[in-house]
């Protein structure tokens, strides 16, 4: 087994990864590489070890057969767990406050970053007092501002209803177009992935390996892609197909 992190800023690179839990198998020879700035949609049936990939990554958990080299990356959870008692702005400033940064200019960073996720004046409102899509744009603040070059979103907007949902991917394809990031994007919503991502790399069932590895093929804008756009209409079907075949 061999895990090094490297200091090779966003690379992500998984060679014939497995990952067992005792006698369950959670992913089995999976090889993937991730560019720098790349963002990588990963689908697949529940329990197929999009999460467990996801850890690995982030170094959360270790390999059991092939390697796996990364940079810095750090985790936003399936389950968001902002703290009740901090409000919006600390729980966002959080990794800043834990790298050292003072209170004040922890906090004025997390204000202007919260205020370009369209929550200007939410910023001292405790988590309870957040809508859902609030408090997703709190927890990616959180792991924006930890700063590490790659970012791995484990469904983040799998609890949204349709509207606050598109609308969360556009203020992500805005915000990763104004600093772009290395990232991993665990969602079961095949049309997600083909709006959001570069790619899209479908799981099989467990044991997870790659079944799929799709080029969206259409530039990421500020503004976000259409799912209406042919294209990604295309990679849409070609997923799900993949997904089907995988389990049948
Ligand atoms: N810490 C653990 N201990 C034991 N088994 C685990 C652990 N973490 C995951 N597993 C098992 O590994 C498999 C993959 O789990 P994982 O959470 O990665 O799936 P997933 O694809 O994220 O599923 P979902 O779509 O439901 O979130 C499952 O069978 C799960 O029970
Ligand atoms: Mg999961």
């Not at 089995?28 to 949609?41: G, H, N, S, Y």
């Not at 390999?63 to 767990?81: E, H, N």
């Not at 004025?108 to 910023?123: I, K």
């Not at 927890?139 to 924006?144: H, K, N, P, S």
Request: proline share 6%; net charge neutral.
């Amino acid at each position: 087994m061999v895990q090094t992190p490297r200091d090779v800023e966003g690379d992500v690179l998984l060679e014939g990864v497995t990952r067992r839990f005792g006698a369950v198998v959670a992913l089995q020879d999976v090889t993937l590489r991730v560019a720098p700035r790349e963002v990588v949609a990963v689908v697949g049936p529940s329990g197929c070890g999009k999460s467990t990939l996801l850890e690995l990554v982030c170094g959360l958990q270790r390999v059991d057969a092939g390697t796996l080299t990364a940079g810095r990356a750090v985790l936003m959870p399936q389950r968001d767990l902002l703290l009740p008692w901090l409000d919006a702005r600390d729980n966002a400033a959080l990794p800043l406050r834990l790298a050292g940064t003072g209170k004040d200019a922890a906090r004025a960073e997390a204000h202007t970053l919260l205020a370009e996720l369209g929550l200007d004046g939410f910023e001292r409102s405790r988590t309870w007092e957040l809508s859902g899509g609030m408090r997703q744009r709190v927890a990616v603040a959180r792991t924006l501002l930890s700063g590490a070059p790659i970012l791995c979103l484990d469904e983040p907007f799998g609890a949204l209803d349709a509207i606050t949902r598109a609308d969360a991917q556009a203020w992500l394809a805005s915000i990763l177009d104004r600093t772009p990031r290395t990232v991993l994007l665990v969602t079961h919503d095949v049309e997600e992935a083909a709006v959001l991502a570069d790619r899209v790399i479908v799981l099989s069932p467990r044991p997870g390996h790659v079944v799929a590895d799709l080029q969206v093929g259409v530039p990421r804008g500020p503004a976000g892609r259409s799912p209406t756009d042919p294209q990604i209409v295309a990679v849409r079907a070609r997923a799900l197909e993949a997904l089907r075949g995988a389990m049948a």
